[in-house]
DNA sequence: TAACTCAATGAGTATATACTCATTATAAAT
DNA sequence: ATTTATAATGAGTATATACTCATTGAGTTA
């Protein structure tokens, strides 16, 4: 009976599993950089047990981070289901961007020092907002709604206004507010306004 | 006879001077966090020198920040000098971009885990093209030129546009090549058109 | 010239942190 | 009941790196 597993390998599997929901709530709070000793402390297992688990830090990383990608992925397949509107999909785009501002916060800003495995996680997310992206707005274009525009460039004109409010959160929201929360609204609406005729 | 000054003087004026360029050098090809035993090795002075002329590896950091935020500076201001037509300006502005693209990069990727104190200096970099900018929009608005926009907002399309392009560009560039070399004429182009009415 | 001052040195210290491994306690197999 | 396998432990190792300080040797002053 080869699915019959003992307390042994129950257990290896929960603590290992217990690691990594640690590690991904200490991540949102900490970022991506925090010492394995920190999420050892905080899982409540002795350092060494991390790397019983896991062989790098790195690993452990790759393996939250790809959990997180997981999640926000699937919310992201979602935009399709009725949104061939421009504002609609961006206002559903930036909504999900928001419920999840504190792991795009740590990302954008860490990305450059994280390990190349990881960084690939966010190309894959950001080709799935740009398909339906690139669909809305030749949508739009047709209906003589919207500007003729590369939808190259669109694209990456709304994501560095939204990455660029990410990255620099504090200065846009001194007070640790959500800046997606405070900024939705006028974030779409310009960026509308500079995509209709 | 105040203003005499010995050998001694001089050798330490220069040798403070030549471990800031060595920095700035240092900080351009391999970032702001390189550590002080390689500013040392490369500028051929020993490890302790380095802290002899500034108390932390931060006062260092930000005494050659705020030299090429000076440098970098000093050629924004010159912005004004005739450029109230927004694409004229764009265009030089993100000439001045490109000239100091190995700058602008490191910093949009370090700046988070840069010192408060030098965070500032981007402040005001970005406080002196903004004032440009700002003319540059009202008038093409006056003339019926340009869309009726928030000067904030627009501003901080533009600066999220090359910021995304910088903070990607092995993505963009992937051979090393400069992105905004490369990407400047799509750039602006784009970026003119959904500023045009 | 002798005494003194100080810029520069570099070996040494302190700290952070990833990763190792001998040991332990308990589950599993005999 | 005894032996074996292994999950977990935590003290220990290796490395990186900011910063210190006693020492040196050349410049300055008396």
């Keep these: 009976m080869e699915n019959v597993q003992g307390k042994r390998q129950l257990q290896k599997v929960a603590t290992r599993e217990h690691i990594i929901e640690t590690a991904m709530l200490v991540y949102l709070a900490q970022g991506f950089s925090t010492p394995t000793n920190i999420i050892a402390q905080e899982a409540g297992v002795a350092h060494g047990t991390i790397f019983v688990h896991f062989p790098t830090r790195e690993n452990l990383l790759f393996h939250a981070l790809e959990r997180f990608a997981d999640n926000i992925g699937e919310k992201l397949h979602g935009l ?3 949104n061939s509107d421009m504002e609609v999909l961006i206002r559903a785009h930036i909504e999900i961007v928001g419920e999840n501002e ?3 916060k740590n990302l954008i800003r860490e990305i450059s020092s994280l390990p190349l495995d990881t960084r690939s996680l966010l190309v894959f997310l950001n080709s799935i907002a740009s ?4 669909i809305a707005l030749q949508r739009g274009i047709e209906d003589g709604k919207l500007k003729k525009l590369s939808v190259h460039m669109a694209y990456n004109t709304w994501l560095g206004l939204i ?7 504090e200065f846009f929201s001194p007070n640790g507010e959500s800046v997606i929360e405070r900024y939705k609204d006028e974030l779409v609406n310009s960026y509308i306004d500079l995509l209709k005729k």
Tied chains: 1, 2.
């Design 102 to 104: 504190a792991f795009y």
């Design 131 to 134: 398909h339906h992206f690139s």
């Design 80 to 82: 399709s289901v009725s």
């Design 163 to 169: 990455h660029y409010y990410l990255q620099n959160s």
